[in-house]
């Protein structure tokens, strides 16, 4: 059963299972290092404490001495002012030193447990199916992923190193009051405690709330900086660039009031908190001066109690803060965890084994689909396609074209019938194995952000320069890559925006031809192309289809008439099929489309 996602303004009902979750990442099964970092850094943040409980006693025996009062307890060993006092300094020192070797023990403990979190989420996503990530927006999506791994590593060391410690170092010094002072003393100050710790729970989740809205106004804007920048050029079409800016503005605007909201209540939170410790810290400071007038209690004393007041008033004063933060991880956590636990649509099946390819046919049998079950797509169809065959599909916007591919690279499984190549139904196979053997060249080439060169590379894992070379020279871009400044070191832009159509086409085959798969999909590859370039981009596709089996998805009849058999689509449904000679003759759907894109050229022309 899913888990019921964490709202923005909730705590996450499974609190306890988030932190279950983190774990095994504070302490890594089969990990030794590890685990023993934790101890020691344990051992450290102890001792720490300790000394830090201990440091006033030389701070009392240090005044107590100048004011002739008192007398020398046997620890002191004869030490005068001056000595006490430079203990006092030491221990100070030792107190920072080992909260410091604490840190540094288990920083690599904490960073190799934020870098496999970060390693396990970047693969879950890529992992996850295409209905997945069509649903999804990524700059929310980036946010959700980077807010979560932060949030595991505060968590790791927080939750760890503030609230037990804090704990611990207030158990010891209602100890040391306790045993030294009146029972009085303590009273007040567990009742300090107490009202402080309410009153931060109360005023940090009344905050909570205004900070889950400060967030998703955070995320809101984010993701619209981000779709417009990726649209970059629609932006620029359509003179945009005011109602983008609006856009956002009115996003930032809801992020300003939240962010203000936010600042006011911690206004509030630190004064009230700044009240409770101040009406604790003179009460107990009022008792400890009636106590030195009585004689009951030397100057010493008066020091010292003001001192653990002021120790304990630092760690409550970040409790507020730590509670916060820790509430906040959480919630990041919980939704990053329902990220994680979300389960593709499309999976291999247990047994599933590696797909063989010995010539590379394809078959479809009474396919049916729909991305949406109350709205198919694909009504039962049958198609072979032999083994280096070429087939086209054709038809109009809607009728199923693209879909079919989607479905051959198994992005999308089947509602009914079966799809196989070679025999192996693609459910039955790894999907590794199948992208392996399936090469694609879509409409629309999207590059990574770097060089021709590792673009084409991008084909096939340690391809060498040669192989490289070779690729490009049989999409026909290698002479146009050797004549740029820096040749196959050229960046090109994000999403490559820095080359045309027709050469991010060329950079796509050869990517594709490196891969070397034994089917190619062209998905309209060339629609987007002027006539002139899509010519040239057809004579390499042609060579990169000799010896394959090649299913051609096109918009444009005139690019598939030489193929071996073309299929019409439409409605979801195989109308026609033949060669194009054939289609032509019988004067059927095909021919009516071929005679109506053949009158819009003439018009164009």
Do not use: C
């Not at 804007?221 to 359509?238: G, P, R």
């Not at 820790?326 to 919980?334: E, H, P, Y």
């Not at 049916?368 to 198609?383: A, C, N, Q």
């Not at 089947?414 to 392996?436: C, M, N, P, W």
């Amino acid at each position: 059963m899913r888990r019921r996602p964490t709202t923005a303004t909730e705590m996450p009902d499974n609190a306890l299972q988030v932190i279950r979750r983190v774990a095994p990442y504070l302490w890594p099964e089969g990990q030794t290092w590890a685990k023993r970092k934790v101890v020691l850094a344990m051992i450290a943040l102890v001792l720490a404490k300790v000394v830090a409980v201990g440091t006033p006693f030389f701070y009392k025996a240090a005044v107590d001495q100048l004011a002739g009062e008192g007398r020398e307890a046997a620890w002191m060993l004869g030490a005068g002012a001056i000595g006490l006092t430079v203990a006092y300094g030491m221990a100070r020192l030792m107190n920072v030193g080992f909260q410091q070797l604490r840190d540094a023990i288990f920083a690599p403990v904490a960073q190799r447990g934020l870098r496999r979190l970060a390693l396990e989420t970047f693969q879950h996503i890529h992992q996850m199916s295409m209905r997945f990530h069509m649903t999804r927006k990524t700059g929310g999506l980036s946010r959700i992923i980077e807010r979560g791994v932060k949030s595991v590593e505060f968590l790791l060391r927080f939750l760890l190193f503030s609230i037990g410690p804090l704990i611990l170092e207030l158990l010891m010094i209602g100890a040391v009051l306790w045993t030294l002072f009146d029972w009085s003393y303590l009273a007040v100050v567990m009742a300090v405690i107490a009202a402080y710790t309410i009153f931060t729970f109360k005023v940090t989740e009344w905050r909570v709330k205004l900070r889950r809205r400060m967030n998703d106004q955070d995320t809101d804007a984010n993701q619209k900086a981000i779709d417009s920048l990726l649209n970059f050029e629609t932006v620029k079409y359509f003179g945009a660039e005011g109602r983008e800016a609006a856009r956002y503005d009115r996003a930032m605007e809801g992020y300003e009031s939240a962010a203000l909201q936010t600042s006011y209540s911690l206004a509030f939170l630190n004064v009230g908190q700044s009240f409770l410790i101040t009406g604790g810290l003179v009460a107990v400071m009022v008792m400890a001066a009636v106590g030195v007038q009585s004689g009951d209690l030397t100057v010493g004393d008066f020091v010292m109690v003001n001192a653990y007041m002021i120790q304990i008033t630092m760690p409550l004063n970040f409790l507020g803060t730590v509670y916060r933060e820790i509430r906040q991880s959480l919630v990041d956590m919980a939704h990053m965890f329902d990220l994680l636990e979300q389960r593709p649509d499309v999976t291999d099946d247990p047994d599933a084994k590696d797909l063989k390819v010995d010539g590379g046919s394809v078959r479809f049998r009474d396919v049916s689909f729909g991305y949406d079950p109350e709205r198919p797509i694909l009504h039962g169809v049958s198609l072979d396609v032999a083994a280096g065959e070429t087939v086209a599909l054709v038809g109009p916007s809607g009728s199923g074209k693209s879909t079919i591919g989607r479905l051959l690279f198994r992005f999308y499984d089947v509602s009914g019938g079966a799809l196989e190549i070679d025999g192996q139904d693609v459910r039955s196979v790894t999907q590794k194995s199948l992208h392996g053997a399936i090469g694609v060249v879509p409409q629309d080439t999207v590059l990574f952000n770097d060089t021709i060169g590792y673009n084409i590379a991008y084909g096939r894992d340690g391809a060498t320069q040669a192989d490289i070379e070779a690729a490009a020279q049989a999409a026909q871009i290698h002479a146009f890559i050797e004549g740029l400044p820096e040749g196959y070191d050229t960046q090109v832009g994000e999403r490559g925006l820095k080359l045309s159509g027709g050469e991010k086409q060329r950079v796509g085959i050869a990517r594709t031809l490196l891969k070397d798969p034994p089917i190619l999909l062209l998905d309209e590859a060339t629609s987007a192309l002027d006539t002139e370039t899509e010519r040239d981009i057809q004579d390499a596709l042609r060579r990169a289809g000799e010896g394959r089996t090649v299913i051609t998805i096109a918009h444009r009849l005139s690019t598939v008439a030489d193929a071996d058999r073309i299929v019409v689509l439409e409605d979801g449904r195989i109308v026609e099929e033949g060669t194009h000679a054939e289609l032509l003759a019988r004067e059927g759907r095909y021919a009516g489309l071929w005679a109506r894109q053949a009158s819009e050229r003439e018009r164009a022309a």
